[in-house]
């Protein structure tokens, strides 16, 4: 069966440590998106994809990268992380360029910045 | 810029009884609207989409309508049971983009036995 996977689930990092957070997805999807999610605000658009070579900028890219080399991969990573960055990150793949499909979520991954 | 507001405050009901959650958008038209799951540690998972020129969908014990007059849906979920218990996300195409998906922060339902 089809999936999105991310790793690792847990992490935790000391500030100024540069991270990278992997997503990988077997759905074949064009769409990749990357969102953090913390109490009181929900989901928050990070970055997203809409195919190889293609990253644009959400609402909250300060501080978070992305790089998409093959159709599978969505990596995050974070230069410097900072103790702002202590969140629950998913990422998630659709395969419509009208969006009008649904986003298929990853599991997460609890980042702990110190 | 666009704006979702779902009910912060938690819904807590009695099992059997049908739940309504509410989404109330601003400063946006959007073409559809969809509706997530979240389970405690866990990603969403898409329940429903309805578009703008339905005016109500149905998929088992879910009901969702969209007024886009008043610029709101409610989702029910019908003979409720504790396995339904879980925070529900509504979802907007972005303004700029449809292909990005803009989520409220969601209502969190609480069924009792």
């Given amino acids: 069966d089809a999936e999105i996977t991310q790793s690792p689930r847990h992490k935790i990092t000391e500030t ?3 991270v990278t957070l992997a997503c990988h997805q077997t ?28 990253t644009n900028k959400g609402e909250v890219s300060d501080g978070y ?5 093959n159709t599978e991969d969505l990596p995050l990573t974070l230069e410097s992380a900072a103790s702002s960055q202590t969140s629950v990150y998913f990422c998630a793949s659709s395969e419509s360029y009208r969006g009008l499909n649904e986003q298929f979520f990853g599991p997460g991954t609890r980042l702990t910045v110190l | 810029s666009q704006k979702i507001e779902q009910n912060s405050e938690a819904l807590n009901i009695q099992e059997g009884k049908t739940a309504t959650l509410t989404c109330n958008y601003t400063n946006y038209s959007p073409a559809y609207l969809q509706w997530y799951r979240q389970d405690p540690g866990r990603g969403p998972v898409f329940l429903l ?3 703008e020129n339905e005016k109500e969908k149905r998929k088992e014990r879910l009901k969702v309508t969209f007024d886009t007059t008043l610029k709101q849906s409610l989702f029910h979920i019908t003979a409720s049971q504790p396995a339904d218990s879980a925070t529900y996300l509504c979802a907007l195409p972005g303004y700029s983009s449809a292909s990005k998906i803009i989520f409220g922060s969601g209502t969190r339902l609480s069924i009792r036995p």
């Fill in chain 1, 16 to 18: 100024g440590r540069q």
């Fill in chain 1, 27 to 54: 759905w074949n999807h064009n769409n990749m998106f990357w969102y953090r999610q913390d109490l009181g605000h929900g989901l928050r658009l990070i970055h997203y994809s809409y195919g190889v070579q293609d």
């Fill in chain 1, 65 to 69: 990268s992305v790089s998409r080399s």
């Fill in chain 2, 49 to 51: 989409l309805i578009r």
